[in-house]
């Protein structure tokens, strides 16, 4: 299916555990993102990529790790998940530009006990 | 760090009022965005605004970017049920980055 997509949308996991989180776009857009939701703070930027092999830390990377060796995928992985890592994330994507839109996947609500 | 302040944080009202939500920022932006989230799906762009004190309309719903592109309104005139959700402002910046506002959780009732 053309789009953004997202998978697990849920997940649930215990702390210590490493978990990868899937995106996956068909558009062949260069930028793709990872955020954060959380109540009270919106949408935070964790590491955004303009194009494959190309990423960049954002706003609240730390404990989070990504990889881009093809363009339709950005992975993102929690290398040893904490109880803060309890989030929804959403995943995004978007053709260069200051004006594009930027399309965003479903979403994963990921649950660390 | 930019940071975007929106206001009010949540807003009930009934159908047919009007609302305002404000976007404030001391950062000045290349261009502004607004989406829309509902609830378990990921937010969707309503507008984009470019030009200092540019309007923009959309049905009932009017946007404003300042002139001095800091900040941004979103009115919206006769609210309906299906106005609610989770509202997002988001100024463009740099390499295609978003920063996004804190949002505004608005719920119209009949």
């Known amino acids: 299916d053309a789009g953004i997509t997202q998978s697990p949308r849920y997940k649930i996991t215990e702390t210590g555990r490493q978990v990868t989180l899937m995106c996956h776009q068909t558009?062949?857009?260069?930028?793709m993102f990872w955020y954060r939701q959380d109540l009270g703070h919106g949408l935070r930027l964790i590491y955004y990529?303009?194009?494959?092999?190309?990423?960049d830390k954002g706003e609240v990377p730390d404990g989070y790790v990504v990889s881009r060796s093809k363009t339709e995928n950005f992975p993102l992985t929690l290398e040893s998940a904490t109880r803060s890592q309890t989030s929804v994330y959403f995943c995004a994507s978007t053709a260069a530009g200051l004006r594009e839109t930027q399309y965003f996947g479903p979403g994963t609500r990921l649950l660390v006990l | 760090t930019q940071l975007l302040e929106q206001s009010p944080q949540f807003l009930s009202i009934q159908e047919g009022e009007n609302l305002t939500v404000y976007c404030n920022s001391s950062?000045?932006?290349?261009?502004l965005q607004w989406y829309r989230q509902e609830p378990g799906e990921g937010p969707v762009l309503l507008v984009t605004v470019v030009t200092g004190g540019e309007v923009k309309k959309l049905k009932r719903l009017t946007f404003q970017f300042g002139d001095a592109r800091k900040d941004s309104s979103l009115h919206i005139t006769a609210a309906q049920p299906g106005d609610t959700g989770l509202y997002l402002c988001?100024?463009?910046?740099?390499?295609?980055?978003?920063?996004f506002g804190t949002g505004t959780r608005l719920q119209v009732t009949l």
């Open positions: 950062s000045v932006f290349s261009s």
């Open positions: 988001a100024g463009a910046s740099t390499a295609s980055k978003l920063t």
């Open positions: 558009w062949s857009h260069s930028y």
């Open positions: 990529s303009a194009a494959a092999d190309i990423t």
